[in-house]
């Protein structure tokens, strides 16, 4: 019997008062940031450790080491796509150019998912009315959910800087602690930043979407810039005006620059007391930059399920496309002029990065590996989306009326696939374009099919978030990421050439040939295509036996 | 082919230990307006996710129309619409653009009628969702639901968030559904409501039908109310049969009667009654005792 009130109130007292809100927020915030913290710090010491270790094997001696550097060490187009690569000969020189621009750009990724998660995305889901509603200030959770962040960023450092430690204690890499302390703090700093972003694009933006949208148009935007300051063409001040670019300049291992520190930790400081004074300047739930709440009714592309959710998405999708469009110019712009230098025995490293072939072409490997994982991220995208849709209880209205479904996922999935098609033949199109006017002597077919050998990969991404759609669809988002964070780690891994080829099969990017630099494998891409759309049915038939589920 | 709107056999839902419906039969007449009550927690919802197929039963069956509720559901749904008690829309949509494709799903729509609710519910249709109160969200799902004016109206709380103004023109909405012919089942926690507009009504409690007819079957299986002044010796009355919880203060009495009345007037007319009043319970009493029943939800 509940029935004694007396006896209820008692109870509840003391875990009412015990916990004050002042922390609350906080240390939600920090629990949350710092489970994919410790996730993401492993996955980077494992990067870093790994770079480090395949560099020791395969360049055993002297000779070879300075072969490498010779080669690279003054390579335009390959430090633009990279970074600089100053001190190839050292194996701390080699880690810094191997991986540091992929943990940048991850890192960056992670910061603005996360904070807009934790900030808008909570707020979306009216978490926040209640919490603000208490004895606290809209200004203090932000306050205090910024600092969860912080928390988050340093399990992300400890996790990262705990393994290269480790690693460095090895007699062929001689990582001084210090140095790898730095190093890993370097690569954690665009976390850092991002998650400031992200913090203030969620003040800004009016849904969790568009505030990481937005946060990742800033990721876009510093990687081009840096990408235009290390090319080689006598703009490199752009370098100050990146993020990316200020990571750079800190020069972990080869050159420690500690002073770049200060525009990182002044703009994180001043990112989050804007966020910070923006949060107090609107209403729970509102955004800062203005919403029209009346406008003219547009009654096209609302059809039906399918219809609206293109409409509902196509700003995201269209921004998808720009930014693989616009990496996809950028490469090809400067495939010919890193492949000039690539020859004779420097041709086995781009095979260790990932490419075989010659010249250009093997450089376009490489790059075309990068867009893969960025049409991978569309992928995983679009799963989610499907699932939010689910969880948002948007779903219901059509599922009430006379649409199957089956016929509602079939849809979704048909939007998915063509967004996914029509991405891997703009990164084909646009990579052309760049390498004609530098007169690469690439045919426009020869791309296109790089370009749709994009496809398969994240057809296998898109097939088992289905799946995983259908039978845990609470578990979406982590089997989505996960595969493709696991996908992407084997193949930095694989490089070592020791891995088993069973675990290098359970990446989704390791069976995609690197076209151009070699013809696409169409054999390999219908086992890939058949796997995704299987698991994908699998998906679909689970889904039309279970409950609707929310959050 | 069943000539049921509703009917559910052995309908039972669990959600791990929870048993959230427990083997419920029920069956609704085409036509009919059936009220569905419960205390938080009884399986409402879950009685109404299941009806429209959203969630699968652990055992036993629903049909709506003679038609499988999870075999045929595009079917089932044709002749029927859901409001639910929260309005999750699009936010970045407006009113009308909500409406649109709604309509467009749904296949039908009276458009005279829709312009009419509009009115009616005094909604503005330009805003865009986002800007929308909760009593205004509420209304697009309402209109959504009542213009295409369906066989079957399946509504869970669907006046949560309305003033009374459009709470009153919610039950003229539901008064003309039922006088053209069309089935409500109406889940609410609001008795007046209840009263006012429904032929019969079914009471849950811990997922199981604990009472179901009309009002007045219940009231007649209920206590009526009696009071009662007199002008000198106040009657002994405590061995009067169905009369039970009597309550004398000075030359006042009050008392509960179950089933005939006959026995008490004779009692009474003994003694010299000065005033005497009898009071029907309220749906809202009649709940009330039923809740008080054994433990309040779970
Ligand atoms: N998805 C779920 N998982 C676990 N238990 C659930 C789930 N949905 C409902 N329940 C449980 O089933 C029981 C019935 O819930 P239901 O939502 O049907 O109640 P209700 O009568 O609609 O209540 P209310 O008046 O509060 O709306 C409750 O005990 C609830 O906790
Ligand atoms: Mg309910």
Redesign the interface.
């Known amino acids: ?3 004694d009130p007396a006896v209820l109130v008692r109870d509840n007292e003391p875990t009412l008062t015990r916990r004050s809100p002042i922390t609350v927020v906080a240390s939600r915030s920090a629990r949350a940031a710092g489970r994919s913290g410790a996730l993401w710090g492993f996955i980077f010491g494992i990067a870093i450790a790994s770079s480090a270790v395949s560099y020791t094997q395969i360049y055993k001696t002297p000779a070879s080491r300075a072969a490498l550097a010779a080669a690279y060490g003054s390579n335009n187009a390959m430090s633009a796509l990279f970074g600089p690569a100053p001190q190839l000969q050292t194996v701390a020189g080699f880690t810094v150019f191997k991986i540091s621009m992929t943990l940048m750009i991850l890192g960056a990724v992670w910061g603005l998912l996360t904070s807009t998660r934790l900030l808008r995305g909570e707020e979306d889901r009216g978490r926040w009315d209640l919490l603000v509603a208490g004895q606290t200030t809209r200004r203090r959770a932000t306050f205090q959910a910024i600092v969860g962040l912080g928390a988050g960023a340093v399990v992300l450092w400890a996790g990262a800087a705990l393994l290269t430690v480790a690693t460095g204690q090895s007699d062929k890499v001689q990582f001084g602690v210090a140095s790898a302390l730095f190093f890993t703090l370097a690569m954690v700093a665009t976390a850092v930043m991002f998650l400031a972003i992200g913090a203030v694009t969620s003040q800004l933006a ?2 969790r979407r568009q505030a990481a949208s937005l946060a990742a148009v800033v990721l876009g935007i510093s990687y081009a810039l840096r990408l235009v300051a290390d090319a080689g063409v006598g703009l490199h001040g752009l370098i100050w005006v990146s993020p990316l670019g200020w990571v750079e300049e800190l020069r972990p291992f080869t050159a420690p620059q500690p002073l770049a520190l200060v525009p990182i930790g002044a703009c994180t400081v001043i990112l989050a007391g804007t966020a910070v004074h923006l949060a107090g300047r609107r209403d729970v739930g509102s955004s800062v930059m203005a ?9 096209g592309l ?4 399918t219809m ?1 959710a293109i409409r ?1 998405m196509r700003s995201t999708v269209i921004g998808w496309w720009m930014a693989i469009a616009i990496a996809a110019l950028l490469y090809g712009f400067i495939a010919k002029s890193a492949g000039t230098t690539v020859a004779g025995s420097v041709h086995e490293v781009l095979t260790k990065l990932g490419a075989t072939g010659n010249g250009t072409q093997a450089v376009l490997g490489v790059c075309f590996l990068m867009l893969a994982v960025l049409t991978g991220f569309v992928a995983g995208g679009q799963v989610t989306a499907v699932r939010a849709e689910e969880s ?3 779903l ?10 089956w016929s509602w996922l079939g849809g979704r999935y048909l939007v998915a696939l063509s967004v996914l098609v029509v991405a891997g033949l703009v990164a084909g199109t646009l990579t052309w374009l760049g390498a004609a006017v530098q007169h690469s002597g690439l045919s426009l077919p020869t791309l296109l099919g790089a370009g749709v050998n994009l496809v398969p990969p994240s057809m296998v991404i898109l097939g088992v978030g289905i799946l995983a759609f259908g039978v845990r669809p609470r578990s979406v988002t982590w089997v989505v990421y996960g595969l493709l964070g696991w996908s992407i780690l084997v193949v930095i891994v694989g490089g070592i050439g020791a891995v088993s080829h069973w675990v290098l099969d359970t990446s989704v990017f390791h069976q995609m040939a690197s076209a151009p630099a070699v013809p696409p494998h169409w054999g390999a891409n219908a086992v890939m295509a058949g796997i995704g759309i299987t698991t994908a049915l699998f998906g679909a038939w689970a889904f039309r ?4 589920q929310g959050e | 082919m069943s000539d049921r709107a509703i009917r559910t056999e052995q309908l039972t839902k669990r959600y791990g230990d929870v048993v959230a419906l427990d083997h419920l039969d029920l069956e609704v007449t085409p036509g009919e307006v059936v009220g569905f009550l419960g205390p938080n927690g009884a399986g409402k919802t879950t009685t109404i996710r299941l009806l429209l197929g959203l969630s699968r039963p652990t055992e036993g069956r629903a049909e709506i129309f003679g038609l499988d509720c999870q075999k045929q559901p595009a079917q089932v749904h044709r002749r029927l619409a859901y409001v639910a008690g929260e309005a999750d829309l699009w936010p970045s949509l407006t009113g009308e653009e909500t409406l649109s494709l709604l309509g467009r799903v749904s296949g039908r729509v009276d458009e005279h009628y829709r312009d009419d609710l509009l009115n009616r519910f005094d909604l503005d249709p330009t805003k865009k969702v986002r800007a929308y109160s909760r009593g205004n969200r509420q209304k697009v799902i309402l209109i959504a639901a009542l213009m295409v004016r369906p066989d079957l109206l399946v509504l869970d709380e669907p006046t949560s968030g309305l003033d009374p103004l459009m709470e009153q023109a919610f039950r003229a909405c539901i008064g003309e559904a039922r006088d053209r012919g069309q089935t409500v089942f109406l889940s609410s926690h609001i008795m007046s409501e209840v009263e006012a507009l429904c032929d019969r009504v079914g009471i849950l409690r811990n997922g199981a039908l604990v009472e179901m007819g009309t009002l007045a079957e219940m009231r007649h299986l209920s206590a009526l109310t009696v009071e009662a002044r007199f002008d000198g010796a106040v009657p002994d009355l405590s061995n009067v049969p169905g009369v039970s919880d009597v309550l004398i203060d000075g030359q006042n009495l009050q008392c509960q009667v179950r089933g005939s009345v006959e026995p008490l007037v004779s009692a009474l007319a003994a003694s010299r009654v000065t005033g005497l009043l009898s009071r029907e319970p309220s749906l809202e009493e009649l709940f009330l005792a039923q809740y008080g029943e054994g433990e309040h939800g779970r």
């Open positions: 019997m509940a029935a009016a849904t919403d029209r709440t009346q406008a003219e009714s547009h009654l609302l059809g039906g399920p609206a509902l948002g209880g948007t219901v209205h059509f599922l009430v009326r006379p649409i199957s479904r036996y279970r409950d609707l």
